[in-house]
């Protein structure tokens, strides 16, 4: 449930606070919607360019129900997160990146996206607007959500005539609920992309269709599903919602992004770090069976970070990995959350300070 | 374009037919969206049952930025046609059949749909209220689109706590320009669907990831795009939107409804009424090899109905096959028309007289 927005719930905050932080109970913040002052919409009609876009308030839409995205699912997302830091900056985490990944969706999915300009910049303006949903240091981020939607009107199946640009956001604490390591099950029934489909991209149509997956799954207590590769069955590829990494010996393995699974900006940063400090990374399949030798397994994405994965099971095996302080898991998700807070001196070039 | 709907440009209209009839230039029906006066909406939020639904005026509708549709896909269409006959009735086809298929996609992407009673009353209803613009006989037919879509918010992915049953109608004509047969290209790089995905139900997530090789396959003077199976890219699926079919001898033969394509309802009538006329149905993978050596091809759907293929492209290859009035598609394509029309009595109660 969203934490609760009336002045009354709220006794944690003196007047000081109120000016500076919306009222919101930062302490039990998690991965839900609360809405925020403002969002940011700018329109493209079939033979004009993007219009420049503007801060409005945050409410409902109105759309056409022939809309391209009603119909035909003509849609791509993108995620990324603004920071507050001990000393009071506010920053995003490679808002560039999302923006680059925007244009390969827009041209997968035949549209056309606001250029990586205009997209920073807008996220910028969004973030901004919404200052006072911007948690205090280390109580969460705000997520921001970018939307490149099909909105003209169109009956046959085709590129619609109109897209609309929009970004909204929402304070946000952990993805997961539990503290410990995700239980994943390898989901042998389902899959989730296939070559020359949309795998590779943050389309809309990538989602819907995992989500009675993820229902069965989080039914059976847990947290989140594996899925495997549409044309063999036999290597790991993505989680519902983000990337997988194992490691054995010295070495990183991840699947590689060659367009059934989407190429994530942590997931990139993580591979980064690891190889700082000293280990191998392969982009390659790994099959179930490298999976379940495993010594350690973990996750990445934009809405958990890091987490590091406690089991998976498949079939009827149950495997465990190594959590805990000593975990490269851990190691790995400190070095990132340290940038991405301010904590740490970034000398990656990753964090955009919005707030000077 | 859509036909112009002022008055000035409606020279054909007399007096007496603008009571009975919107003000359309039927001769130049097109499939494209011609709005009309009323659509019909009911809603369903968790924990309930869907609301009864009404007749509202045709419009834009109000969503939530964060609705499930937008950010991740989960939404069906439907696709049915309303006939106005000779003796001035107004007739669907097989309704019952629409009613079920949105059944069986609201399982797969976890979303509760309206009773196959209300749907089917639901589709009455809007065609009632917008009588007028059921085109005259012969002239085209009302196509009617019935929507769920989930318009909750949601902001991890899992099902929207919200969703809408929509149905907005549009006058149209054939689908295809072309009067001459289709001129198919057979995609090698794009995929449209994968064993464990949601290539058998009508998702709009299968829609958008399309449109690319239909554009790339449009430039090129093809009409439409033949795809492969995504697990060993040798047996034939689907067209972009609609199914399809080969003769060779006496045999018919039609690739089987086992999760990677859509069960269309005009393929199952057109499989039907070839068995009555002594033809051997099959039901089975056909690999490329044998489209190529097919003496006639077709394709059916209910926005084209059925369609002969002219010629097909695969690589450098080109096959020409048998069309023209000599042909089983010819035949069969009579035969379904004749009773969709009520040309021919209908023995096999799938035509629904809704105006007594």
């Known amino acids: 449930m969203a934490p609760s927005a009336h002045p009354s719930s709220s006794p944690l905050l003196t007047s000081k606070e109120e000016e500076k932080y919306a009222d919101v109970k930062w302490d039990e913040l998690e991965f839900a919607l609360v809405p925020t002052d403002y969002m940011y919409v700018a329109k493209y009609k079939q033979g004009e360019s993007f219009s420049e876009g503007e801060i409005v308030p945050y409410g409902d839409i109105s759309i056409s129900p022939c809309a391209g995205i009603l119909n035909y699912g003509q849609g791509l997302f993108e995620g990324l997160k603004a920071y507050r830091t ?35 910049e807008a996220v910028k303006q969004t973030v901004l607007a919404n200052n006072k949903w911007v948690p205090p240091p280390g109580k969460g981020a705000l997520y921001i959500r970018p939307l490149l939607i099909g909105t003209g009107a169109i009956l046959g199946v085709a590129s619609a005539p109109e897209y609309t640009f929009l970004i909204y956001t929402s304070p946000v604490g952990n993805y997961h609920k539990a503290s410990s390591g995700l239980n994943l099950k390898v989901d042998d029934k389902h899959r989730r992309a296939h070559s020359g489909g949309t795998g590779g991209v943050k389309s809309c149509t990538n989602y819907s269709p995992v989500v009675k997956s993820l229902i069965e799954a989080k039914s059976s207590v847990f947290s989140d599903v594996l899925f495997l590769d549409a044309a063999t069955g036999k290597n790991i590829e993505e989680i519902s919602t983000c990337n997988i990494f194992i490691l054995k010996g010295n070495i990183v393995s991840t699947p590689p992004t060659s367009g059934t699974i989407l190429p994530g900006i942590t997931r990139k940063s993580i591979s980064e770090l690891a190889r700082d400090i000293g280990y191998q990374i392969q982009e390659r399949n790994v099959s179930v069976d490298e999976l379940l030798e495993a010594e350690e397994v973990f996750c990445t994405g934009t809405a958990m970070v890091l987490k590091a994965v406690e089991t998976v099971t498949f079939h009827d095996k149950k495997i465990k990995y190594k959590t805990g302080e000593e975990a490269l898991s851990t190691k790995l998700h400190l070095m990132l959350t340290n940038i991405q807070t301010g904590v740490v001196e970034d000398h990656k070039g990753w964090m955009v300070d919005i707030s000077s």
Request: net charge negative; glycine share 6%; with cysteine.
């Open 86 to 120: 001990e000393d009071g900056r506010i920053t995003l985490f490679r808002p560039d990146e999302n923006a680059l990944r925007m244009q390969t969706g827009a041209d997968r999915l035949c549209m056309t996206p606001p250029s990586p300009d205009q997209f920073v």
